[in-house]
């Protein structure tokens, strides 16, 4: 029914506008804010933004270039920066920069400006969501990532390219104070993360985390491949109500593991550990948690589930990090040239067939293994057959035979709710094609869709398997520490957290609102 002539829109209390923002999304608030200046003004209640979700990009999707982003940023961080309870934000100043790999070493440095650009951007944007939270005393979560690894790993960050962009690291210095502050400032942290942020975190910034939020906090990620250890187990021994941790896994040493064992804290329930074999050069894994120290922190924390990604390491090395009482729940292998052996993928079947719910075994380079040759049984179909959890697979470069894949299928059903093969890594035995009719392709779409009692197809998008690695551990470590104390109470499950994980580039807010 339309409202009389008399009472209008703008006739509404403020609070049943605010009422009625309340279930707008972010992006729709922001357009209702446009309709008039008291919208706008019911717009920025603190009600309506006790969570933001926020990416800066460099510019994709029309968004124009980061440093045009800057203004929106702050004009958000200036409205919501005081009050907000719970902030994930993902810095992305190299957004369109394509690595050496891809453009070749000649291309890039035909165009240094664009790296210095970026990262002076990256810079100023810190500071900006920084300086805006140090006054914050009611921030429960704060969630960062930076997409900087691309610059990191191809040499551009060495200490005179940063001298020039931020002469005497004044700009650096700050951003890190600025960090300490926050923590000081903190009365309720639950929830600290910081992946891969580029001069924010130092050895020293938890030192700074104020008693009352070292009470409250549940979950700790602290991670940058370019530094040391970010968590000592001296600073770990204050936080004894943690329920999640994240950490680089040469950082997590025996004592760190007998320390979380001991009966005077909180048990574990989520271990993200994230194994680079470019750093194991400089990061060893001597010191590393023995399987005497994992079997004393089951003792303690019998329901731990643990989460590893390992990038580019070797399967010597593999061999050596995979404890039998390790309680393995998610495991991606990830490389660009490492080959992942048959005799890891066999270890991580018979040893993880109890926990294991997610395998993922991806491989960026030409050429495709086969995992099967000179067995009589494929690893990944006794993987299946083994692993009575499975409910995420996906593969790309390595063969996957037609048949194997149709037995995969069958063996756990619709239990399988993710199954990622992409196109080109399927491959079909021509002694077989004798027996079929038609197309095999077409053939094997049937066999798969009917194993698993739902429409299934090879993946064709790339992008799905093929993404950042450091993104996807940062955005699966989120979902998978979800699921440890207070934070589960919005959890929706594993699998569907990471189906929605697979698009999670929507549920971030972008300043490319029209």
């Given at each position: 029914m339309a409202l009389c002539s008399s009472v209008g829109a703008l006739a509404l209390p403020s609070e049943l506008i605010v009422h009625i923002f309340s279930f707008l999304s972010d992006r729709d608030k922001l357009r209702a804010s446009a309709v008039c200046s008291r919208w706008r003004e019911c717009l920025f209640y603190p009600a309506l933004w006790t969570e933001l979700k926020l990416r800066v990009g460099g510019g994709t999707n029309g968004g124009g270039s980061g440093s045009e982003q800057t203004p929106r940023l702050e004009f958000l961080m200036r409205k919501?920066?005081?009050?907000?309870?719970?902030?994930?934000?993902?810095?992305?100043?190299?957004?369109g920069y394509l690595s050496p790999l891809q453009r070749g070493m000649e291309a890039v440095e035909s165009d240094p400006q664009f790296a210095k650009d970026a990262m002076v951007t990256y810079l100023d944007q810190v500071l900006c969501v920084l300086g805006s939270l140090r006054n914050n005393r009611n921030?429960?979560?704060?969630?960062?990532?930076?997409?900087?690894?691309?610059?990191?790993?191809?040499?551009?960050?060495?200490?005179?390219f940063l001298s020039q962009v931020d002469q005497g690291g004044k700009k650096m210095k700050e951003i890190q104070q600025l960090f300490e502050e926050i923590l000081s400032n903190s009365r309720q942290m639950k929830w600290?993360?910081?992946?891969?942020?580029?001069?924010?975190?130092?050895?020293?910034?938890?030192?700074?985390?104020?008693?009352?939020?070292t009470s409250s906090l549940e979950h700790l990620s602290l991670i940058d491949n370019q530094l040391p250890s970010l968590i000592s187990t001296v600073e770990l021994e204050r936080l004894a109500h943690l329920r999640?941790?994240?950490?680089?896994?040469?950082?997590?040493?025996?004592?760190?593991?007998?320390?979380?064992?001991?009966?005077?804290?909180?048990?574990?329930?989520?271990?993200?550990?994230?194994?680079n074999g470019a750093a194991l050069d400089v990061k060893p894994l001597d010191g590393t948690a023995a399987e005497e120290d994992w079997k004393a922190l089951i003792r303690r924390s019998t329901n731990l589930r643990v989460y590893v990604m390992a990038m580019d390491v070797?399967?010597?090395?593999?061999?050596?990090?995979?404890?039998?009482?390790?309680?393995?729940?998610?495991?991606?292998?990830?490389?660009?040239?490492?080959?992942?052996?048959?005799?890891?993928?066999?270890?991580?079947?018979?040893?993880y067939h109890r926990t294991l719910s997610h395998f993922i075994l991806m491989r960026d380079d030409a050429g495709f293994p086969d995992l099967s040759v000179n067995r009589n049984e494929d690893p990944l179909v006794l993987l299946a057959w083994r692993c009575v959890h499975l409910a995420v697979l996906i593969i790309h470069?390595?063969?996957?035979?037609?048949?194997?894949?149709?037995?995969?299928?069958?063996?756990?059903?619709?239990?399988?709710?993710?199954?990622?093969?992409?196109?080109?890594?399927?491959?079909?035995?021509?002694?077989?094609?004798?027996?079929?009719?038609?197309?095999?392709?077409?053939?094997?779409v049937k066999e798969v869709s009917l194993g698993l009692g739902r429409v299934w197809h090879p993946s064709m998008d790339n992008s799905v398997v093929l993404n950042e690695p450091t993104q996807h551990f940062h955005r699966e470590m989120q979902s998978f520490s979800a699921g440890a104390g207070s934070w589960n109470q919005r959890s929706t499950g594993p699998t569907m957290k990471f189906l929605s994980h697979l698009r999670a580039h929507k549920r971030y807010m972008h300043f490319t609102i029209s």
């Open positions: 919501f920066g005081s009050f907000v309870r719970e902030l994930q934000l993902e810095f992305s100043p190299v957004d921030l429960q979560k704060l969630s960062l990532y930076g997409d900087t690894c691309i610059l990191q790993d191809d040499g551009i960050l060495d200490s005179s600290l993360s910081s992946a891969f942020m580029l001069c924010v975190v130092t050895p020293r910034s938890l030192a700074s985390l104020s008693n009352a939020s999640s941790l994240s950490l680089d896994f040469c950082d997590f040493t025996s004592d760190m593991c007998r320390l979380l064992a001991c009966g005077d804290r909180a048990p574990l329930h989520r271990l993200s550990l994230l194994l070797c399967s010597q090395d593999l061999l050596r990090v995979l404890k039998p009482s390790v309680p393995l729940e998610r495991i991606h292998l990830d490389s660009y040239s490492t080959l992942v052996t048959d005799g890891v993928v066999e270890l991580i079947s018979q040893q470069g390595y063969t996957v035979w037609s048949h194997n894949l149709v037995a995969i299928s069958r063996l756990r059903g619709s239990n399988l709710k993710v199954l990622e093969v992409s196109e080109e890594s399927i491959d079909f035995d021509p002694d077989q094609s004798v027996y079929i009719e038609g197309d095999p392709v077409h053939n094997l």
